[in-house]
């Protein structure tokens, strides 16, 4: 078993940067693929960004350019760097992981995820 916890959210103006985090416990999480989803009030959480365990990544189109997921291998921690932040990036986010060796955008294959952590950007 591998419990996620994120955190790093909070209330940040357009155009600022937060960091979030996604600290697995209970096992190494190396080899997984770890993804960000986020769910927006009234709307269907989406996918954000994905890792696996060689480090190749995955973006969501709305967020390529400004959102860099990396992994701390050694803290079995998984980062979403999150720049030029926009009133319609609030939501809460979410880090999910999948123990198969692929790259996924699709929540469905992930078997682990976190409580969620909110963040707001204000106009």
């Known amino acids: 078993q591998v419990q996620l916890v994120e955190s790093g959210g909070g209330l940040v103006q357009a155009g600022g940067s937060l960091r979030l985090s996604c600290a697995a416990s209970?096992?190494?999480?190396?080899?997984?693929?770890v993804g960000w989803f986020r769910q927006a009030p009234g709307k269907e959480r989406e996918f954000v960004a994905a890792?696996?365990?060689?480090?190749?990544?995955l973006y969501a189109d709305s967020v390529k350019g400004r959102f860099t997921i990396s992994r701390d291998f050694v803290q079995n921690t998984v980062y979403l760097q999150m720049n030029s932040l926009k009133p319609e990036d609030t939501a809460i986010y979410y880090c999910?992981?999948?123990?198969?060796?692929?790259?996924?955008?699709?929540?469905?294959?992930?078997?682990?995820w976190g409580q969620g952590t909110q963040v707001t950007v204000s106009s």
């Open positions: 999910a992981a999948d123990p198969d060796r692929g790259l996924w955008s699709v929540e469905g294959v992930y078997d682990y």
């Open positions: 890792i696996n365990w060689s480090s190749l990544t």
């Open positions: 209970g096992r190494s999480f190396s080899s997984y693929c």
